[in-house]
């Protein structure tokens, strides 16, 4: 690259990858004034562009990286992959803390960074800040622990969310009339933490708590385990919440 300014890395952006997030990434930096160029297929070099972005499954991004020119600024999109993957380019990530359907706006989404230069971090950042992101580094040393929390948040919420949608279809409630309680729950977490914890648990009724065990074990007993470990990582939150300073 003839300018090793990180505004100059913009100028020229090339997406390998004609899948979800390929096609998000394309239309949302376009939108953002981006010189874009894509979605291309993964034996793409990227020739003619600044940076190259990699918008194929983890699996395949080594594969797709090594078929870039070199000198180019190379990144993914993956939250668990480290960026050893992208090497020997100078490499960067950029991983929105979102699902990713169809037209997705990236605007007000947390993104974590990484890169493996001062200059290539900062290509990131200005990407992702280019989206209307928030960006936050992570380092590869704390991107598997990362990756984990972004799964609890949200692909074990659903989990958990369909726990308490097949047993509330025993008593004839529909899933629709959980969604307020499920959104003012996570508005309240996402103000307060921990603090937000409210039910019987909290209030130390164990009378309703054994009821409630006993009607999981009726209707629904290969959700029995389940049950009793979620009472027990609650009283142990409650339990750190009171002793808490």
Do not use: C, K
């Not at 983890?58 to 797709?64: K, L, R, S």
């Not at 668990?80 to 992208?86: K, R």
């Amino acid at each position: 690259m003839p300018d090793s300014h990180p505004a100059h890395a913009l100028a020229r952006v090339v997406i390998v990858g004609d899948g979800r997030i390929g096609r998000a990434m394309a239309s949302a930096l376009r939108e953002a004034g981006v010189d874009v160029h894509g979605p291309l297929g993964r034996a793409a070099t990227g020739d003619t562009a600044d940076v190259v972005l990699l918008a194929v499954p983890d699996a395949e991004i080594a594969a797709a990286a090594s078929h870039v020119a070199p000198g180019r600024l190379v990144g993914h999109f993956s939250g668990a992959t480290t960026l050893e993957s992208l090497a020997p380019h100078e490499a960067l990530g950029i991983h929105p803390l979102t699902t990713v359907t169809g037209d997705t706006s990236f605007a007000g989404v947390p993104a974590a960074v990484a890169g493996s230069t001062d200059r290539a971090l900062a290509t990131a950042h200005l990407l992702a800040e280019a989206l209307g992101m928030t960006p936050f580094d992570v380092s590869d040393a704390d991107r598997p622990a990362y990756h984990a929390a972004a799964s609890i948040a949200s692909n074990f919420l659903v989990t958990l969310e369909s726990f308490a949608e097949e047993l509330a279809a025993t008593a004839g409630v529909p899933r629709e009339a959980l969604g307020p309680l499920v959104r003012a729950t996570v508005a309240n977490w996402q103000a307060s933490g921990a603090a937000a914890l409210t039910g019987p648990i909290a209030r130390g009724d164990e009378e309703t708590v054994a009821r409630q065990r006993a009607a999981v074990a009726e209707r629904l007993p290969e959700r029995t385990d389940l049950f009793d470990a979620l009472v027990a990582a609650t009283r142990d939150l409650h339990a750190r919440q009171e002793v808490a300073p």
